[in-house]
Structure formats: structure tokens, C-alpha cells
């Protein structure tokens, strides 16, 4: 039975609402859908798709592992960091860690569990202890010493200079010299109970809307700085453009298999439970 309105859950940052604003304006042919935009950080939305209750949802890669039972993966809405992504970051005096392998036995920060930021701090720094604070408040869990060191994802990997910190490490930069590839970070997934009908006209709907907001990108834009959280023009636009861009549109050979092979490695490392084939709604 089709859901009416179809939940699209995602998160209130800056690059999802340019990605959805060609449906929030109602801007382009959604074959008939309805959707009801429902806001919430990405652990959250981790959370909720694992208990089955959304729709149509932005997750993080290392949250897929866990869902793939029940969701398949869009073929465009993928935010992929090329050269680029979490920053580890620690204050800087002279007693704070400095590279990745000084975090073993150190407390670090991170916005989540099951967001792809944790896996790949697994991966590079699988000694450090993990301690999970909402991903607003890595940067002040910092400063205070609570921690010896933070993930900083979304807007503070502009900001984190500004806020005085030093970079540890850049854990997209890490990945793609070790790999030659993007880090996936996150996609749209969709249940699969669905149907197959139903699937096609949300990807197909949702394909549109990014191509629509790469074509207005200024109107697009003005729209997201609603959820800038005070970023200036200037840096909104640089971040969005940093993962609404050709691997948003689609993944292409090359994310592909990069998502297969976080996933792949991510089970080597022990952090996933199981071996994980990663499944896409075919393109339209």
C-alpha cells in the first residue's frame, strides 16, 4: 500500500535542502507522489530507518550495513567526500594528539555511531576509545577537554580553523590516497515495500530535483541558507558544492565500488557484523 504522503526524511543541513528543493518547490514532476519533509541529524535518521519507519531517508554508508534487508539504495542523492571529508581535530597545545596512530587510548568525539564518520575513525584509529556526542557539540567537547580529540562533519570542516583547532587528520584525504577513490559518506535509501512502481517515480522524482537545483543553483541556494547554521554565503555555497555535485547525480563505476568497499572493509576490520552486497534502485 502506497504511503500517502511518502515521508522524505533528511537531514537539516544546508547540502540536503539544496538537493530537495526542486520538490519542496514543488518545481518538478513527481508523477502523482505527494511528500511530507521530516527533519532530523543523520544518527537520527540511522535510528528511525533501522526500526522501519521511514519512507524514503538519507543514511549514512556504515548505517546501510545494518539495512539492507530493507532498503535499497537511490541511484542519485549520494554525498561522497573526493579528497576530502571528517576531520579529526584536536585543540592546539602541545599535549594534543597530532597524527592518527597518537589516538590510541585517547577519548575522541564522535557525531554518531552508526554515521560513516565512526567507521572510518574505526579504520584509521581503531585503538582510540569512541565517545559519541551529537555532531553540534564535537567542537565544544574539544575545547573543554572532555575529550582529546573530536570528528567534526558537516559545516566544521569549513569552520574548524576558525574555532582554533588543529587538524589531525582528514580522513577523506586518508581514504582517497590509500584508495584512489571518493569516501562515501551517505545516500537515500528507500524501503522496499514500497514497490517496485512507486520506487521508480520517488527515484525518478528525486533525480529531478537535483538536476533542478544544480540548473537554479542561486535560487537553490538562497533557499538552503536556512540551514547554513550561520555559515556565510560564500562557505554555504563551497560546502554545498563540496557533496551536491556529479556524485550526487550519480554514483558512476567509481562509487559504486567505493561504497562496496567501505563495506567490504569495514567488515575485515570487525566493525560490521556481516558481509554486505549493496543493492540500488536501477536508473531510470
Known amino acids: 500500500m502506497i504511503e500517502s504522503p511518502i515521508v522524505l526524511a533528511h537531514s537539516p543541513d544546508s547540502d540536503d535542502a539544496f538537493m530537495f528543493y526542486g520538490l519542496r518547490a514543488d518545481a518538478v514532476d513527481t508523477e502523482g507522489l505527494r511528500y511530507r519533509h ?4 543523520i544518527e537520527t535518521l540511522n535510528r528511525r530507518a533501522l526500526r522501519g519507519e521511514l519512507a524514503v531517508t538519507a543514511v549514512s554508508f ?3 550495513a545494518y539495512l539492507a534487508e530493507r532498503y535499497l539504495l537511490l541511484p542519485h542523492g549520494a554525498s561522497f567526500g573526493d579528497g576530502y571529508g571528517p576531520c579529526v581535530v584536536a585543540r592546539a597545545d602541545a599535549g594534543a594528539p597530532q597524527t592518527l596512530t597518537a589516538l590510541a587510548g585517547r577519548r575522541v568525539a564522535i557525531p554518531g555511531a552508526m554515521t560513516t564518520a565512526a567507521l572510518a575513525l574505526r579504520l584509521y584509529a581503531p585503538a582510540a576509545e569512541r565517545v559519541v556526542v551529537p555532531f553540534d557539540r564535537v567542537g565544544a567537547a ?5 575529550v582529546d580529540a573530536g570528528v567534526v562533519i558537516h559545516e566544521g570542516q569549513l569552520t574548524w580553523k576558525d574555532e582554533g583547532f588543529r587538524l589531525v587528520a ?9 584508495t584512489g577513490l571518493p569516501l562515501p559518506l551517505g545516500g537515500n535509501a528507500v524501503r522496499k515495500d514500497l514497490g517496485e512502481e512507486t520506487i521508480g517515480k520517488i527515484s525518478r522524482g528525486l533525480g529531478r530535483s537535483i538536476a533542478y537545483a544544480l540548473a537554479h543553483r542561486e ?10 547554521r550561520g555559515l556565510p554565503r560564500e562557505k554555504a555555497d563551497r560546502f554545498v558544492g563540496m557533496y ?8 558512476g563505476a567509481a562509487g559504486r ?3 562496496r568497499l567501505l563495506l567490504e572493509r569495514g567488515f575485515a576490520a570487525g566493525v560490521l557484523p556481516a558481509r554486505v552486497t549493496p ?3 536501477a536508473a531510470p
Do not use: P, S
Open 279 to 281: 543493492e540500488w534502485v
Open 62 to 64: 556504515h548505517a546501510y
Open 257 to 259: 565500488e567505493a561504497v
Open 219 to 228: 535560487e537553490a541556494l538562497t533557499d538552503a541558507m536556512r540551514f547554513a
Open 244 to 251: 551536491v555535485n556529479e556524485w550526487t547525480l550519480g554514483y
Open 38 to 41: 521530516e527533519l532530523a541529524d
Open 142 to 146: 574539544v575545547t573543554r577537554g572532555e
Open 170 to 178: 582528514d580522513l577523506g584525504a586518508v581514504w582517497k590516497e590509500e
